[in-house]
RNA sequence: GGAGACGUAGCAAAGUGGCUAAAUGCGGCAGACUGUAAAUCUGCUCCCUAUGGGUUCGGUGGUUCGAAACCACCCGUCUCCA
C-alpha cells in the first residue's frame, strides 16, 4: 500500500486533481499545506481529521505548512446556507493567536521536514488594493468563477462581494506558498474543492504549464445516526483544554458508537491499518470491551492533553464509573471534579433549592421529581427524601457536597 | 392592489363554547435492562408555599355564567391571482 493507498483506504480522499500525478510526486518529499480560518478561539475535533492527515504527510516524509487564516479570516468562507457575521479585527487576531499554539501540538519542529506555521495576513495583509486587482483579479474570470459549487449555490440566497473575494485570496494563499516553500500539495475538507482548484488554476497562469501543484480532498466525517459530528449533548468539544477538559475530551471518544469507531479509527489514529484490523476484529468479537474506543480515546487525548491529562482523565473515568468516590481523598475528589460546575450554597439549604440554584433543575417542579425518580445522589448516597436538607456539618472536610444527578452528571457544592 | 388560509407548549400537530393545563408524535429528563452502547420497556416533561392554587393557546379589546374555541381591530406567516 502506497501512502495515497492508505489514505483511501483510511476513507481520506474525496477528490483528487490529478491522481497519478500526485502518486509521482509523492515519491520524492513535498511541501503540503492546509488552511484554518480563525473563526473561533478554539478549534474543535471537527478540524483533527485535517490536521491529523498534515501529520500523516509529516510521517510520510513530507514537509507539513499550517496556514492560519488570518486574512480570509476576516473575510469569511462562503458558507452552503448563508452570508457570515464578520469578526471584528481584535476578535480574530486573538483568535489566529489560539489556534496557533493548537495546531503546532500535533507537528514536528524539528528535523529535516520540519513542520511550518504561516498565516496568510503576512503577504495579503499589506497588499495595495491597486495590486490585488491589476496582478490577481485579472487572473480571474467571473464566469468561471460563477461556476464553483460553494458560489452557485449561493447566487440565489445572495453573497456579498467580500465573500465573493475568498476563493481569489486563498487562492493566492497557494500561490505564495508555492512561492516561498515549493508547496505543491493542498490539502483541505471536501467543501474546500472549488478553493483549492482555483489555487492550482492560479498557480498554473502565474508560473506557466509546466508547475505542477495538486489539490486533494478529503470526505467531512459523518455519524451513522445522521446528526452533526463533534458535539456532545449539544456542547462542541474543542481542542482547547480551558474549553473542553481532558475528561470530557476523553469520555466524547470511549463514547463514539460501535458503528462510527473503526471509521473513525482510520480518520484520525495513526495507529497502522494492520493494528486497526485487528481492533475490528475484536470491536466485533467482544464489542462491550470497546477496544477500538479506548485505543482512540487514549491516542487522542494524549495528543490533545498530553500525557498527565489523558491520566486524569482515565483517573476520574474509573473512579466515577467503576469505583466510589467517597473512596478518593478530599483532595483527589477535587482534583477530579475541577472542571464540574461549583456553586456555592449556605448551610442548611434544601437539597431542592440546591438542585434549583446550581441549575441541576430548571424549576423546583423538576427538581422535585428528579429527587422522587431517584436520580440524584449526594456524596455517593441516593436522596429519595424531597424534604432532604445539606449540612455543611456532613459535607466532604465540611467543605463540598458532590451532587449526582442521573449516572454521569456531577456538580460540586461549596459552603 | 385583489382572493384566501393560517398563527396552540422546545418542535410537529389535534382540539371550534364547559368533560382541556390542553389528545398524539418527536425531542428532552429520569428509571429498568446493558457495555458509561444500541434497541426495548416504564415514568415525567408550564409555574408554585402543591389531594390545592396560579398563569397559558400571536396581541388588544369585546360577547358570555363560562372562551384556545365566537366577534372586532392589530401584528405576523403562507398560498393563489394581478
Known amino acids: ?21 500526485l502518486i509521482e510526486a509523492l515519491k520524492q ?16 475535533v471537527g478540524h483533527l481529521q485535517q490536521i491529523i492527515l498534515l501529520r500523516r504527510y ?3 516524509g513530507h514537509r507539513p505548512i499550517a496556514l492560519c487564516g488570518g486574512f480570509t479570516g476576516m473575510i469569511g468562507d462562503p458558507r452552503l446556507t448563508s452570508e457570515r457575521k464578520l469578526l471584528s479585527h481584535e476578535d480574530v487576531l486573538h483568535n489566529a493567536d489560539c489556534i496557533k499554539n493548537q495546531l503546532a501540538k500535533f507537528l514536528k519542529f524539528d528535523g529535516e521536514n520540519a513542520a511550518v506555521m504561516e498565516n496568510n495576513n503576512n503577504w495579503l495583509g499589506d497588499m495595495s488594493l491597486l495590486d490585488y486587482l491589476r496582478e490577481y483579479g485579472k487572473l480571474f474570470n467571473i464566469a468561471y468563477m460563477l461556476q464553483k459549487d460553494t458560489i452557485k449555490k449561493r447566487l440565489d440566497s445572495g453573497l456579498s462581494y467580500t465573500e465573493f473575494s475568498y476563493t481569489i485570496l486563498q487562492a493566492m494563499d497557494f500561490l505564495k506558498l508555492y512561492q516561498k516553500y515549493g508547496c505543491r500539495i493542498e490539502i483541505g475538507g471536501s467543501d474546500q474543492w472549488g478553493n483549492l482548484t482555483s489555487g492550482m488554476e492560479l498557480i498554473r497562469k502565474v508560473e506557466g504549464d509546466d508547475a505542477k501543484a495538486w489539490g486533494i480532498t478529503s470526505p467531512l466525517i459523518t455519524k451513522s445516526d445522521g446528526t452533526k459530528f463533534g458535539k456532545s449533548e449539544g456542547k462542541n ?10 475528561y470530557e ?10 458503528d462510527d469507531i473503526i471509521d473513525y479509527l482510520k480518520r484520525l489514529s495513526l495507529h497502522t491499518p494492520e493494528e486497526i484490523n485487528t481492533l475490528e476484529e475484536s470491536m466485533r468479537a467482544a464489542p462491550e470491551k470497546r477496544e477500538a474506543q479506548k485505543v482512540l480515546a487514549d491516542e487522542l487525548t494524549e495528543m490533545v492533553h498530553g500525557r498527565e491529562g489523558l491520566e486524569k482523565a482515565k483517573k476520574i473515568t474509573e473512579t466515577f464509573f467503576h469505583g466510589d468516590i467517597m473512596s478518593l481523598t478530599p483532595d483527589e475528589m477535587k482534583d477530579g471534579l475541577a472542571d464540574a460546575e461549583k456553586t456555592a450554597v449556605s448551610d442548611g439549604i434544601t437539597l431542592i433549592d440546591a438542585l434549583v440554584s446550581a441549575n441541576i433543575a430548571k424549576s423546583k417542579g423538576e ?15 441516593k436522596i429519595t427524601d424531597i424534604e432532604a436538607v445539606l449540612k455543611k456539618s456532613e459535607a466532604v472536610n465540611e467543605e463540598f457536597t458532590i451532587l449526582k444527578k442521573g449516572k454521569k452528571n456531577y456538580y460540586l457544592l461549596t459552603f
Open 1 to 21: 500500500m502506497n501512502f495515497i493507498e492508505e489514505l483511501k483506504w483510511r476513507g481520506l480522499v474525496k477528490d483528487v486533481t490529478d491522481y497519478d500525478g
Open 29 to 44: 518529499p513535498q511541501t503540503v499545506y492546509c488552511g484554518f480560518d480563525p473563526t473561533a478561539d478554539s478549534l474543535h
Open 58 to 60: 509529516q510521517n510520510a
Open 237 to 246: 468539544i474543542w481542542l482547547d483544554p480551558e474549553r473542553t477538559n481532558a
Open 249 to 258: 475530551f476523553y469520555q466524547f471518544w470511549l463514547n463514539i458508537p460501535d
Open 367 to 381: 427538581a422535585r421529581r428528579l429527587i422522587q425518580q431517584g436520580s440524584v445522589s449526594a456524596n455517593g448516597a
